[in-house]
């Protein structure tokens, strides 16, 4: 059975919601309707223009620019600065309302989410209609827009909300791919990052279905492994559940909320291997392995990555943990600021249904986990500082305890 998935997304999401929060506050006009942007701190590196008004965009200006250049585009733009505070309680309150249709939702990031509509479609019938229905109860309580995509995965699903806009309903089926997705720019398919978009050009790629229909061997020369998931989603075939948000609880996870926006890669990788040592270290406590492991980050503009890989071997060693979160971390990092990294331990065992693979080398692996085991005793003894687990900053010194 084809299933049926929305992405919900809110229309300028940091403009609308600090405009709300001006008009409660007493404010004359609503900032939607004037050439207004919200923009970081122009003393720090954060002076950038974070979202924009819809006359603000007709003049050229662009997210991620510096507020100088959006002013000299336009000599009466006002500025307003963000207030992440009251955007998480407008995100709250939006993801309450979702959920009283269905819990099976999941939160992509501070202003979009996908709701899975296979099941409850016939509670609430035509999927179309119910889209407009919810659009408008959005905007009739919370007093702001959203765009919706429908379609029979969450990549169309997010194609189709970003279509026209705002306050707009738009379906994505799969039988519309080739009319509706495949005319569209190389650089609109979501997953495509900018660094990649020049690269594809250079081949002749310049439309969706340029790639679609490109040769995924001479694709693989440029982009290893990536290339199959590429040539797919240019095709519209997407696989990825929509992960219930308390699914959550039944797995392992810690994440770290930095005070500084991260590009280092071996700061970055230094805390992956910090987490993987806590997550190690409880599972270990309640002797249980994990069969997946899963890094997400969030960037500084809210925007959420998670890769996942399932391991060959379930486990609960810290290094194995943080070898397979690098490899993660180096699939998908694309050098932007970072805010919030986590690793997410997932599909855990325990103890009497962990599988010894025949090609596990048994030994080391016991070795290890001894040398672990003692270290926790040693930390739990004396602290953690007194005891360092590998460095990651050079492999010579990787077995260094
Ligand atoms: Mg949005």
Redesign the pocket.
């Known amino acids: 059975m084809n299933r049926i998935i929305m992405h919900i ?3 300028n ?1 940091f403009l609308s919601w600090t405009a709300l929060d001006l008009l409660n506050k007493g404010y004359k006009y609503d900032i939607r309707n004037s050439y207004a942007v919200i923009g970081g701190d122009e003393k720090k590196r954060s002076g950038i223009v974070l979202a924009k008004s819809n006359s603000a965009k007709k003049l050229g200006i662009v997210t991620g620019e510096t507020l100088y250049s959006a002013r000299n585009k336009c000599k009466i733009l006002k500025t307003y600065p963000p207030n992440y505070q009251w955007y998480q309680e407008m995100s709250k309150k939006l993801f309450n309302l979702l959920s009283k249709y269905t819990d099976d939702i999941e939160i992509a990031s501070i ?2 989410c996908y709701l899975d509509y296979t099941k409850i479609k016939h509670i609430y019938g035509d999927e179309v209609k119910f889209a407009h229905k919810i659009k408008k109860e959005i905007y009739d309580t919370l007093k702001f827009t959203v765009n919706i995509g429908i379609a029979n995965n969450k990549l169309c699903a997010k194609m189709a909300s970003d279509f026209e806009k705002p306050y707009k309903v738009h379906t994505l089926y799969d039988y519309e791919i080739k009319t509706k997705m495949y005319p569209l720019y190389i650089g609109d398919l979501f997953g495509i990052g900018k660094k990649t978009v020049p690269k594809l050009e250079k081949l002749g790629i310049k439309t969706i279905e340029d790639l679609a229909n490109y040769d995924e061997l001479k694709l693989a020369k440029y982009f290893k492994n990536q290339a199959i998931k590429m040539i797919n989603s240019a095709k519209g075939i997407n696989n990825e559940p929509v992960k219930k948000e308390r699914d959550e609880r039944k797995c392992l996870s810690n994440e770290t909320t930095l005070s500084h926006d991260l590009t280092d890669k071996l700061e970055i990788y230094d805390i992956l291997n910090k987490i993987s040592d806590n997550l190690a270290r409880a599972l270990r406590k309640e002797e249980k392995y994990a069969n997946v492991v899963e890094v997400h980050l969030k960037d500084n503009m809210f925007k959420k990555f998670s890769h996942q890989k399932k391991l060959n071997n379930a486990t609960n060693l810290t290094n194995e943990i943080y070898e397979a979160s690098k490899e993660l971390l180096n699939e998908m990092y694309n050098n932007e600021p970072i805010r919030l990294i986590g690793i997410k331990l997932d599909k855990l065992v325990t103890k009497s249904n962990h599988q010894v693979s025949l090609f596990e080398q048994v030994e080391n692996r016991e070795d290890d986990l001894k040398l672990e085991k003692t270290i926790d005793q040693l930390q739990e003894k004396f602290g953690s500082k007194i005891i360092t687990r590998a460095n990651v900053k050079g492999n010579e010194i990787k077995k260094k305890y």
């Open positions: 997304d809110v229309n999401a202003d979009e």
